[in-house]
């Protein structure tokens, strides 16, 4: 299991834009499942909708995406990307709304690699069920 704090030195996203909790499986370079519980308090939900809070897609993306570094960025220094930037969201789908309180399992596979660009699946899910999937990709930022 690594927590916040050693997340914190794999991938540089800092409060309040931290997107992940703790990491619970991690394949260096391969596979990696987080965990994130989407706070009540976050001061995203007064806009987002005041009648019937829900986390904004794009910020499911990003959980997806600091897993997905957490995934690149782990294990020896010769094999990691440094810090990955999001080059592509491909086919990604949102299947149910996710409301404040909701703890949410993202698990991120690598697919492809081309040199420094990465293809990554990722899969979001609360409660066993799936709430969105898609591609991104992502590149070295060297």
């Known amino acids: ?19 992940i909790d703790r990491v619970e499986e991690l394949e260096p370079g391969i596979r990696c499942v987080a965990w994130l519980l ?3 308090e ?8 005041p009648a019937r809070p829900i986390l904004p897609g794009v910020l499911i993306i990003e959980a997806v995406a600091q897993t997905a570094a ?3 960025g782990s294990g020896p220094p ?4 440094g810090t990955a930037l999001l080059a592509a969201v491909n086919r990604f789908k949102f299947l ?5 309180g909701t703890m949410l399992r993202i698990e991120t596979t690598k697919l492809t690699q081309v040199g420094t660009m990465v293809c990554i699946e990722g899969t979001v899910s609360a409660l066993g069920e799936k709430v969105a999937s898609g591609e991104l990709l992502v590149v070295s930022g060297r």
């Open 1 to 19: 299991m690594i927590e916040r704090n050693e997340i914190e030195k794999i991938i540089p996203h800092r409060p309040p834009f931290l997107w």
């Open 38 to 40: 989407v706070d009540a």
């Open 42 to 49: 976050n001061p995203i939900f007064a806009g987002h909708f």
């Open 70 to 72: 957490v995934m690149m």
């Open 78 to 81: 010769a094999e990691t990307m």
């Open 96 to 100: 149910k709304p996710v409301a404040p």
